[in-house]
């Protein structure tokens, strides 16, 4: 089931940014987001934004040649892990399942980029994202909230 959908406007990488820390301060072990749209659309930049609201250790680059990526909980942060993925290269439902990634969502939050249409199998709760450039550096964000987070106030976010 899907709830209410909202788009926000982000006119620059700074406001992508933003907008992924403030999220990334109200997820909680557990939490799946996926993040969809073309190349340069501001998926490593939003994933860059959600582990600085986490508070975790570690430069966040997209793990597109090593497929996924642990980031741990930086000292006197909020003690939850980040596992950065990305499915780019991810040719089927199998090489998803071989990532054993089900049971990082016991105490992580798990982002994956490129996960729309493969990473759903997950946890039928998440929150999808997609960004879309429309033009220079300015890029919707389409958020889609699933199952659970069709009753959480991931709004604040925005």
Known sequence: MIGEVATV???EASDTFEFGRRLGGSLAPGDLVLLAGPLGAGKT???KGIAAGLGVLGRVSSPTFIIAREHRPAPGGRGIPLVHVDAYRLGALDELDD???DTELVDAVLVVEWGEGMAERLSEDHLLIRLE?????VRLATVIPHG????RDWLVAL
């Open 99 to 101: 990532l054993d990634l």
């Open 45 to 47: 930049v939003l994933a």
């Open 148 to 151: 659970a987070w069709e009753s």
């Open 133 to 137: 450039p429309v033009e220079d550096e």
């Open 9 to 11: 406007r982000l006119p």
